[in-house]
């Protein structure tokens, strides 16, 4: 499951820490590309934020990484794609232009692109399963002609039925979302063809959550709430054990949390530094102090 700090007195506060915690290996990968990027060349450019984290986006932009909006922004020196992905037109816009492009997209959505295209080429309709105006679906959605978005199952349910069909999901999307929205859609489309694009350490950060929410009477889940999947995972926890918390960082332990529980569980999303996640650790370990709290 993960790491336990705890001591010989069964008084004392028993605190988990998923095995998988953080960085997934794909941002692991896209920050390092970018700092050497930045140490290469002086500064970069960087389309929008590499992951969906402010506290990486600062520290990167400490070191010569620019953030922009748009291609109009960029000068001189190259561009580097972030980790989501990009639009194709995005991609042959730089081209156009002579920029330079440094990818940093995470291979495994590299793959969810290939594969829509494969079964657009095989006179498939593409659905792809994910979160309205995420970067990463509009990344996956401009690979293909006319690919239809679905994001919960009664969006699937308003669907006519078709001939044959290919559905991917995003990277990050919930298993059980992406089960539904798929039993539907096989009494939907004739010829189904499903690549499960749900990528292996999304998988594994849901498995060790619902197991320490469900053993566990405080659960924390550390990232942006501009994650979307570290929001999936608080959403997960707060299903299993309402006694769940979203936080940014250790400045938003509230002491009151950790009154008369004797087990806290922490998880982190893809997106979460180690920095982080060790500051928040520490910080519930100074709040009971290996102890747990008297009631306030």
Known sequence: MGTTYSQQDDNEVRITLAKHAGFCFGVRDAVEIAREAAERYGSVYMLGHIVHNERVVQQLAASGVKVVDSLDEIKDGPVLFRAHGTPDYVWSEAKQRGLEIIDATCPLVHEIHDEVKKMEQAG????????????????????????????TPEEAESLRKKKRGGVVAQSTQMVENVQKIIGILMMKVKDLQFV?????????????????????DLMIVIGSFTSANTKRLTALAKALNPNSYQVEDAHDIQAEWLSNVQSVGIHAG?????????????????LTSGRIPEAI
């Open 196 to 216: 499960n694009t749900v990528c292996h350490p999304t998988r594994q950060n849901q498995v060790e959550l619902k197991d320490l929410a469900t053993s566990h």
């Open 124 to 151: 498939r309709q593409i659905y792809v399963i994910g979160d309205k105006g995420h970067d990463e679906v509009l990344g996956i959605m401009s690979q293909v002609e006319n690919p239809i978005l679905i994001s």
């Open 270 to 286: 893809a997106s979460t530094p180690d920095i982080t996640i060790t500051e928040v650790q520490e910080r519930i370990e100074s």
